[in-house]
């Protein structure tokens, strides 16, 4: 089994990348996985662990 293609993005609201981001979310998008970057205090990360029911 291959790998899929990973995009990697910089948040937009923290400005973490792969290089300054302590945590990441990841989504499967048209055949492929997409990485966003996040500071742990980023209200982005907060809210994706929300969607994901990791946090009430």
């Given at each position: 089994?291959?790998?899929?293609?990973?995009?990697?993005?910089?948040?937009?609201?923290?400005?973490a990348?792969?290089?300054?981001?302590?945590?990441?979310?990841?989504?499967?998008?048209?055949?492929?996985?997409?990485?966003?970057?996040?500071?742990?205090?980023?209200?982005?990360y907060r809210?994706?662990?929300?969607?994901?029911?990791?946090?009430?």
């Amino acid at each position: 089994m291959g790998l899929l293609p990973t995009t990697l993005r910089q948040c937009r609201a923290c400005g973490a990348n792969e290089d300054t981001g302590e945590a990441r979310t990841v989504v499967v998008v048209e055949g492929g996985l997409s990485v966003t970057w996040h500071l742990l205090a980023c209200p982005h990360y907060r809210a994706d662990r929300v969607l994901a029911g990791r946090e009430g």
